[in-house]
């Protein structure tokens, strides 16, 4: 019998074909460990008035509820061992932001663990539906949500990060409710190596593929999958 020879599959083909299985794996260990190591009521403390290493309340920025703001991603039902791990990173220089590292820096590992079970223990603000599958000439934010651009070896947004982006474990976020914006300014944090390319170096990949039309074509089709209005800029900084 031939076996598939991935090797002459493009990366992106590949890793989108197996990162649902690892992500699901993933999740129950991740889930299990961050819910020993963080503590909820801990982390509330900290998201509502900071902590006593210099901190900022995390709600002054990210929303009273972990809903986010302009300029801010909604961490409320992200999956802690997601949120920990970005923070660790942000405390590290592996991902650089110049408002988000002083504050992980500020603290603790347990704090961290603290932080993200709060916002994990959250409700997620959007659900798993799908659109109608999209036909060719459709808009482009559906067809790439729901069936991604294999010609540019770029894989449905749904595959990896669930129905509706969801989110699936800790190593696909939910993104069904970020803004054009965010979503943009995290592909260019991808394209100068600002941040963790992701599994198998996936969302690095698929990051130098889309255009600016595609952010946008796909925020506003996750906004009108969810009821929402179309996805507005944040104010321009004086």
């Known amino acids: 019998m031939n076996r598939l020879n991935t090797k002459t599959l493009p990366r992106a083909w590949v890793a989108a074909g197996i990162c649902m299985l690892m992500a699901t794996a993933a999740w129950a260990q991740d889930n299990a460990k961050a819910a020993l190591q963080g503590q909820a009521a801990a982390g509330e403390k900290i998201a509502r008035a900071g902590s006593a290493g210099g901190a900022a309340a ?17 961490l409320a039902g ?3 061992g997601y949120l920990v791990r970005q923070l660790n990173q942000l405390a590290s220089g592996a991902r650089q932001n110049p408002v988000m590292a ?9 704090e961290r663990a603290d932080v993200a079970a709060y916002y994990a223990s959250l409700k997620l603000s959007i659900k798993p539906v799908r659109g109608p599958l999209p036909g060719k000439k459709d808009d482009d934010g559906a067809w790439l949500v729901e ?6 070896g ?3 947004c749904a595959q990896c990060h669930g129905p509706g982006g969801v989110g699936v474990g800790q190593d696909f976020p ?23 390319a992701g599994p198998l170096g996936l969302m690095g990949a698929v990051a130098r593929k889309l255009t600016a039309e595609d ?3 796909v925020a506003t089709y996750y906004q009108r999958l969810h009821g929402g209005a179309a996805p ?3 104010p321009a900084k004086p």
């Not at 069936?147 to 540019?152: I, L, M, Y």
């Open 78 to 80: 992200q999956h802690a």
């Open 147 to 152: 069936r991604g651009r294999w010609a540019d």
């Open 102 to 110: 002083p504050m992980a820096k500020a603290l603790s590992e347990q």
């Open 232 to 234: 507005q800029a944040a």
């Open 58 to 74: 995390c709600a002054s920025c990210h929303g009273a509820n972990g809903e986010g703001q302009a300029g801010f991603p909604a």
């Open 174 to 196: 939910a993104i069904g409710h970020l803004t054009a914006d965010y979503m943009q300014a995290q592909v260019d944090a991808w394209n100068k190596g600002q941040r963790d």
């Open 215 to 217: 952010i946008q074509a």
């Open 154 to 156: 770029i894989p449905a």
